[in-house]
């Protein structure tokens, strides 16, 4: 299996005050191809940070990380000042496109969108990195297997007001794989389900991951998510336990 993430001494660091706060304390690990990751902590470990900072969402103080074999801020001194230069977004909303996809605890679906128009809208917004999804017909054939899959077909046409918190998930599911993207992550994806839809939706990622050889990266707490796993990496206190 190939590495498709990799953290080298990784830091975050926030100024409180007068006290700086280590969110994340010289992080480094792997993360292979096909992985059904868990990175698992208490409330406040730097869990959170860490998936953020993996998602190319909030940047590293310091540190290397690379994507797909990409050193994501390779000579970018300007990392220090927190400050995000154009060609440095444009870069990283590419990094996004190609690689990655967000699967959220709060769902974040548009509530004037069907399902299938939330499914589709990644699409809508860019071209995905595979190319036989700029064909309509395939799009469309894609979208409807994607729907099929997680459960949803019948209620395709169905605002996400009209479904339930576990069928909501299912849509970001879906959305979140829609562009053939190779690596989702996923931020406490069961944190607002009740147990019965919590297993559920790991039982589905867990499918998706055998089937499609989609990387799965979890940020949780939750101990169901971290016995499913085949990697585990363990953080307390912004440091790696184990990885």
């Avoid at 399902?115 to 995905?128: C, M, Q, R």
């Avoid at 605002?159 to 879906?174: C, D, T, W």
């Amino acid at each position: 299996m190939s590495v498709v993430i990799e953290l080298q001494n990784v830091f975050k660091t926030y100024q409180m005050e007068k006290v700086e706060v280590h969110a994340v304390d010289g992080a480094s690990f792997s993360i292979d191809e096909g992985d059904f990751a868990a990175i698992s902590g208490p409330s406040g470990s730097g869990k959170s940070t860490l998936l953020n900072m993996i998602g190319l969402i909030d940047l590293p103080t310091s540190g290397k990380i690379i994507l797909n074999g990409i050193d994501v801020y390779k000579n970018m001194e300007l990392l220090k000042t927190n400050h995000v230069p154009h060609k440095l977004d444009v870069k990283l909303t590419e990094l996004r496109r190609k690689n990655l996809g967000f699967i959220f605890q709060t769902f974040n679906l548009i509530p004037v969108l069907n399902v299938y128009e939330n499914v589709e809208f990644p699409l809508k917004i860019g071209s995905s990195p595979a190319t036989e999804l700029l064909n309509p017909a395939k799009q469309r054939e894609w979208i409807d297997f994607l729907i099929e899959t997680v459960g949803l077909t019948a209620w395709k046409n169905h605002k996400p007001s009209e479904l339930s918190g576990g069928q909501r998930q299912r849509v970001a599911i879906a959305r979140a794989l829609v562009t053939k993207a190779p690596i989702i992550l996923a931020d406490e994806p069961t944190a607002n389900l009740d147990s019965k839809n919590g297993d559920q939706i790991l039982e589905l990622m867990k499918k998706l991951n055998e089937e499609l050889k989609t990387t799965f990266v979890f940020s949780t707490h939750d101990a169901k998510i971290v016995n499913m796993a085949n990697h585990v990496i363990k953080i307390s206190d912004g440091h790696i336990l184990s990885a």
